[in-house]
């Protein structure tokens, strides 16, 4: 075990001393990877003194992050005395982490190195340990089994493209997987996928999707009412939300907007980028075509916002949503969505939120991280898939001129949601033993 330990930390070492010129041009040039090098690299997280049982939860980011709320809430009222943590790798979800839960010890996850991953342990203490969706890592997996904390999977996902991958890799992932506690899983596909890997069907269970039960369904909730209000929004107004895009899906989103508004002049486009650091550089591209900009990080410091003269076509601002965690209250503002990764190679980002709002959805072709949800929602007709630019355009212009197809399939959407919820109570039924040290029913420890 030692050794192989010490084979997976020269293989990381080796790894890392190829990527350094990239990783040193990111932090020096770009400033990423700042934050949380001694958690990373040493585990050195900080040190619970508590004797109370503690239940470690890994998200990895944002959107593993925004899952947890309903879960903890309910764990907490359960158990008063119980400690929380929640660990994430990006620096994106561990600021939303900050936010979302000032209450609980909130920290980066160790890199998979030996001693970082033992530190860790030592550090936090848990009574168990929690992956949400799923990051495996094997020197942790292996230190927390050495220390007799187990570790399990919750929400677990296995998209058909990484199940190819871990099943090259087989030797290795199998026994890996067969350490864990509990793999509560979305879906019976998932469960397939895992079952395949592991040999066994011991400790897969089938829980649903806890993104479901934190859903938001209400748009008169309090921060989708700020955001209405910061984005000047009219209630004669029709809202296209553009959320978690990459380049170049704001420029599309632009231009098929600028399109459509010759025609319907009162609608209103809100563009949300995926990531950080483009918050700056969709704000640029906004200029460039000199149309007026409403930044939500202006308005929340108290400043009057970047808010350009308008143009002779008189051209409403367009809302840029620059900061993070809001984008679920966001969609709530949307008549139509159109989610983003999808006409890029990303894969897909979360359409269930604008979904539960009862918005008339859209997105690209490329969504193999949602697949079961976008076969679900299209088995409900529920969405939209659209192809390019031109399909974009093309079916905004037909919910524009007939809202009642748009009304009907965001109707749709949110039934489909709706009926998914529940996988928050049977999850905690799954995890509640591991508080006492006890193994789930009808879950054997592997050998």
């Known amino acids: 075990m030692q050794i192989y330990a010490y084979l997976l930390n020269l293989v990381y070492c080796l790894l890392l001393a190829c990527a350094s010129p990239v990783i040193l041009y990111r932090v020096l040039v770009q400033k990423k990877y700042r934050s949380g090098l001694a958690q990373k690299f040493l585990g050195q997280l900080p040190k619970r003194n508590s004797n109370e049982p503690c239940l470690w939860f890994h998200a990895v980011s944002v959107g593993e992050v925004l899952q947890l709320p309903p879960l903890l809430e309910e764990l907490k009222r359960q158990n008063p005395a119980l400690d929380l943590v929640i660990s994430t790798t990006t620096h994106t979800g561990y600021a939303v982490a900050k936010e979302q839960f000032p209450e609980y010890l909130v920290c980066y996850f160790p890199l998979d190195f030996s001693w970082a991953a033992k530190r860790a342990l030592q550090q936090i203490k848990p009574t168990a340990v929690i992956l949400v969706e799923m990051e495996l890592w094997p020197n942790f997996v292996l230190a927390a089994d050495q220390s007799g904390i187990p570790v399990s999977i919750i929400n677990g996902r296995l998209s058909e493209k990484s199940f190819r991958g871990y099943r090259k890799l087989r030797w290795l992932i199998g026994p890996l997987l067969n350490r864990l506690q509990l793999i509560a899983v979305q879906t019976d596909a998932y469960a397939e996928r895992f079952q395949n890997l592991t040999g066994s069907t011991d400790r897969i269970q089938v829980t649903g999707s806890i993104k479901f039960d934190g859903i938001q369904v209400d748009r008169e909730n309090p921060l989708t009412t700020e955001l209405r209000s910061i984005f000047r929004l009219k209630s004669d107004e029709t809202v296209l939300v553009a959320g978690s895009t990459q380049s170049p ?167 489909f949601v709706l009926d998914q919820r529940g996988a928050t109570l049977r999850t905690l039924a799954l995890i509640s033993p591991l508080m006492a040290g006890a193994q789930p029913d009808s879950h054997d420890k592997a050998a």
Not at 314 to 330: H, M, N, R, V, W
Not at 377 to 390: E, H, P, R
Request: with cysteine; glycine share 8%; aromatic share 8%.
């Open 249 to 415: 899906e704001e420029q599309i989103a632009l231009e098929v907007y600028l399109a459509a508004r010759q025609r319907f002049p009162k609608l209103r486009l809100i563009l949300v980028p995926r990531h950080q650091e483009r918050f700056h550089e969709v704000a640029e591209l906004v200029k460039r075509k000199g149309l007026p900009l409403i930044r939500r990080s202006e308005q929340e410091s108290g400043e009057a916002g970047a808010v350009l003269p308008f143009t002779t076509s008189q051209a409403p601002e367009i809302g840029l949503l620059d900061t993070l965690g809001e984008l679920k209250s966001c969609w709530g503002l949307a008549d139509f969505a159109f989610v983003g990764g999808s006409l890029t190679k990303r894969g897909g980002q979360n359409m269930i939120e604008p979904a539960g709002y009862g918005t008339a959805l859209m997105f690209g072709p490329n969504t193999w991280n949602f697949k079961d949800v976008v076969d679900a929602l299209l088995q409900y007709q529920a969405a939209t898939i659209v192809q390019d630019q031109a399909a974009f355009q093309e079916t905004l212009m037909q919910w524009l001129e007939d809202p009642r197809l748009a009304e009907d399939q965001g109707s749709r959407a949110q039934r």
